[in-house]
């Protein structure tokens, strides 16, 4: 007999059931995660629902269902983003907002975007056990492929909203098919036409809160259930290409040589300690190389690699992409090897405002929890938001960390905690 | 106007005839050198003339023909390797033989093979013009794809010719464009029967000397034309895998990672001086690494590289190896980062003989010449005879060190020192 994979049954399992009270339902959450799960469930019981899929669409339609039995309107705009709104008692003033995003990487998780889309939703679920209609309208966004698995791009449906995508580069772009973005996005009904008209003259949104999980252990390690995030790193991504000769590996003396992947290590050596020379958060990854021409028995002429360096401070940030091209020329020197740098995107980090970071602080008073300050390395759709509107991030704890992976994982008490806290956040963001 | 290329005219430019003499002609040499370089003639002067093509046929054919004029009867066996033979004043004993191959790598150059093909017929023309006749058989080889550039091998003529190719797995390979060994063969007329009835049971050979191309830059540097080979060194390919985890880019503080990109370059950087640390001949190379996934956001989570070391000494280079092997496990245990190795090839070096060293030390002496002895770190198909009868081999200098490029370059006069040496060292043979 196979066990079959039931999300909701294991979440309920470990549920504390006192989390359960004004208006917010664990139950709730579990039931929406677990029916969430099935849509694109895979063997290893993770999912694969990558955005502009029709999976993807599917399980945005599900969470219209339930925005629609909610008592919202709702509406899908031409780049597949999803809007589901109450309207407050004053009707001609900016929404407070919340939401995520529902596609996923490729077996992927259950809780990476889901969880922020069910607790937006269910604070309007609990408004309506309590009878409360809150002083602004409140909308509930679904934002279209945050991961970037199809394009290798991400928030492309909140980067669409503001204005900030690209699409004269958008268009060029293939996917692993090789089908261009126009002939994906016609797979869900869409057009390039319809596509550009989700660009928004004003957002209409006055504060922006995302749930999000953490995808990282600091949370697990301080043994908190929620934190509050205080800065978006802005990643940096620069091009560097070291150039020395290819050569045989048996007729080339070791002290005659210019190879391209030695050179390369020393740098790679030298961004892994880059970080900690600055400050304790920043990150610096070499991801991704080519090496030329890659023979078992030919010296490595060209190796090109990017770098991807991130902080919450743009200062530091910069900082350190100084030091490592600095260093990649002082190897080529000293290694007679030609090196060339070229940057290839430098997003500005988003700090959480005070403010923000204040109706935070409030409710974790409020509710009597510790409070975890934690940077956001991954970009969000919130970061987007947040470079028009001011904007706050919400962590739940992730299980030994992993995310974007079929073991990702986030207790329901700590799933429910989380709605808590947005709900108390939004009511405080009613009162301003 | 377009300037046409002519090997045999720059050949010539710089040619001091007076090394036309004792029946060797450096002018007969430059044009069948010209004659040859226009088979596969490349845009940027090279040559692409890979195994198993009909061009490869094609040059074989106009040397057979050249075999011919000089009076030697000519065979080509099921690989396509071609033996032209003069028989001697003795016709039942072995013969002396020398060649090379005519085959090049893409984009090559007009000396690496060539050369000791056409070095080893201007011994016949010599006799000729000196009206000797040999004490016993002489045999001139073409050998079949000693590149390998088709499928990843090379001396696949000599290889069949001994013996040591193994078919099972040779059928089972595919060229760039998917086709099989089979239906490459076909492409020159050949099967695979045939080819198998390459393999002989004796070689019939008493000793064999090979001119080539140094491929490096020994002979440049003591400004000397010709060198003697005291080693040909054997290769030792060896796979090793860290396997990390792989993680956010952003989400991942750098304390928290295992990293097997940044664990595979303290290798790289170890493998780097690992061959002076136990002595001067030995050399060793990582050429071909494969990062997972690979994505600029992503940390490595597994590196497989493969490490190529090679000394004329076994017992150094396997020293290496084993010191290399040890690093990687050590990094692997201070990185908790797993390491798997494993072997993928180990050939033995060739050292040459006393005796045949003592041939070329004493024609050296008897032309007056200064003696450099050299290790071929590049396998050569004398390296495969070598295994069964004595060998020797003469590198002629190489200007800049540059091969299997179209710059790839060795002075007419250096050409024909070689065929000089070669000469005296057969006449030498022929008196044991």
């Given at each position: 007999?196979?066990?079959?994979?039931?999300?909701?049954?294991?979440?309920?399992?470990d549920?504390?059931?006192?989390?359960?009270?004004?208006?917010?339902?664990?139950?709730?959450?579990?039931?929406?995660?677990?029916?969430?799960?099935?849509?694109g469930?895979?063997?290893?019981n993770?999912?694969?629902?990558?955005?502009?899929?029709?999976?993807?669409?599917?399980?945005?339609?599900l969470?219209?269902?339930?925005?629609?039995?909610?008592?919202?309107?709702?509406?899908?705009?031409?780049?597949?983003?999803?809007?589901?709104?109450?309207?407050?008692?004053?009707?001609?003033?900016?929404?407070?907002?919340?939401?995520?995003?529902?596609?996923?990487?490729?077996?992927?998780?259950?809780?990476?975007?889901?969880?922020?889309?069910?607790?937006?939703?269910?604070?309007?679920?609990?408004?309506?056990v309590?009878?409360?209609?809150?002083?602004?309208?409140?909308?509930?966004?679904?934002?279209?492929?945050?991961?970037?698995?199809?394009?290798?791009?991400?928030?492309?449906?909140?980067?669409?909203?503001?204005?900030i995508?690209?699409?004269?580069?958008?268009?060029?772009?293939?996917?692993?098919?090789?089908?261009?973005?126009?002939?994906?996005?016609?797979?869900?009904?869409?057009?390039?036409?319809?596509?550009?008209?989700?660009?928004?003259?004003?957002?209409g949104?006055?504060?922006?809160?995302?749930?999000?999980?953490?995808?990282?252990?600091?949370?697990?390690?301080?043994?908190?259930?929620?934190?509050?995030v205080?800065?978006?790193?802005?990643?940096?991504?620069?091009?560097?290409?070291?150039?020395?000769?290819?050569?045989?590996?048996?007729?080339?003396?070791?002290?005659?040589?210019?190879?391209?992947l030695?050179?390369?290590?020393?740098?790679?050596l030298?961004?892994?300690?880059?970080?900690?020379?600055?400050?304790?958060?920043?990150?610096?990854?070499?991801?991704?190389?080519?090496?030329?021409?890659?023979?078992?028995?030919?010296?490595?002429?060209?190796?090109?690699l990017?770098?991807?360096?991130?902080?919450?401070?743009?200062?530091?940030?910069?900082?350190?992409?100084?030091?490592?091209?600095?260093?990649?020329?002082?190897?080529?020197?000293?290694?007679?090897?030609?090196?060339?740098?070229?940057?290839?995107?430098?997003?500005?980090?988003?700090?959480?405002?005070?403010?923000m970071?204040?109706?935070?602080?409030?409710?974790?008073?409020?509710m009597?929890?510790?409070?975890?300050?934690?940077?956001?390395?991954?970009?969000?759709?919130?970061?987007?938001?947040?470079?028009?509107?001011?904007?706050?991030?919400?962590?739940?704890?992730?299980?030994?960390?992993?995310?974007?992976?079929p073991?990702?994982?986030?207790?329901?008490?700590?799933?429910?905690?989380?709605?808590?806290?947005?709900?108390?956040a939004?009511?405080?963001c009613?009162k301003?």
């Amino acid at each position: 007999m196979t066990q079959s994979f039931d999300l909701a049954y294991t979440l309920l399992a470990d549920y504390d059931s006192t989390w359960s009270r004004d208006g917010i339902s664990g139950e709730r959450i579990a039931q929406r995660l677990g029916k969430l799960s099935t849509i694109g469930l895979t063997a290893q019981n993770g999912v694969t629902r990558v955005g502009f899929s029709p999976l993807e669409q599917r399980a945005k339609e599900l969470v219209m269902e339930w925005m629609k039995e909610a008592g919202m309107t709702v509406m899908q705009d031409g780049a597949g983003n999803v809007v589901g709104r109450i309207e407050g008692q004053n009707h001609d003033v900016a929404a407070i907002a919340s939401g995520s995003h529902v596609d996923s990487v490729p077996e992927g998780g259950h809780f990476d975007g889901p969880l922020g889309v069910i607790a937006a939703l269910e604070v309007v679920e609990a408004w309506k056990v309590q009878g409360i209609t809150p002083v602004k309208p409140y909308e509930v966004y679904i934002f279209t492929d945050e991961e970037g698995t199809r394009f290798d791009g991400g928030m492309t449906g909140s980067r669409m909203i503001t204005g900030i995508l690209d699409m004269d580069n958008q268009v060029t772009l293939k996917d692993a098919n090789g089908l261009s973005f126009e002939e994906v996005l016609a797979t869900t009904g869409k057009t390039l036409e319809g596509f550009s008209t989700a660009t928004r003259d004003k957002l209409g949104i006055e504060r922006f809160i995302e749930v999000h999980i953490e995808q990282g252990k600091k949370l697990e390690k301080a043994n908190l259930p929620v934190g509050i995030v205080k800065g978006i790193a802005g990643p940096s991504w620069t091009e560097i290409i070291f150039e020395g000769k290819a050569g045989h590996a048996g007729n080339t003396p070791m002290d005659d040589r210019q190879d391209a992947l030695t050179a390369a290590s020393e740098l790679f050596l030298y961004i892994e300690k880059a970080p900690t020379l600055v400050n304790r958060t920043s990150v610096a990854t070499v991801g991704k190389i080519l090496v030329e021409p890659n023979g078992s028995n030919v010296i490595p002429g060209k190796v090109t690699l990017i770098t991807d360096i991130r902080d919450i401070e743009a200062h530091s940030r910069d900082q350190i992409v100084s030091n490592v091209v600095n260093k990649a020329h002082e190897i080529g020197k000293s290694r007679n090897v030609l090196v060339t740098t070229s940057e290839k995107m430098r997003t500005p980090p988003v700090p959480i405002g005070e403010e923000m970071t204040g109706i935070l602080n409030h409710v974790f008073d409020e509710m009597n929890m510790d409070k975890e300050y934690l940077v956001s390395g991954a970009g969000h759709d919130a970061m987007i938001f947040g470079a028009q509107i001011p904007v706050a991030m919400i962590f739940a704890r992730s299980k030994d960390g992993v995310s974007h992976n079929p073991a990702e994982w986030t207790s329901l008490n700590d799933c429910t905690i989380s709605a808590h806290v947005l709900k108390k956040a939004i009511e405080q963001c009613m009162k301003l």
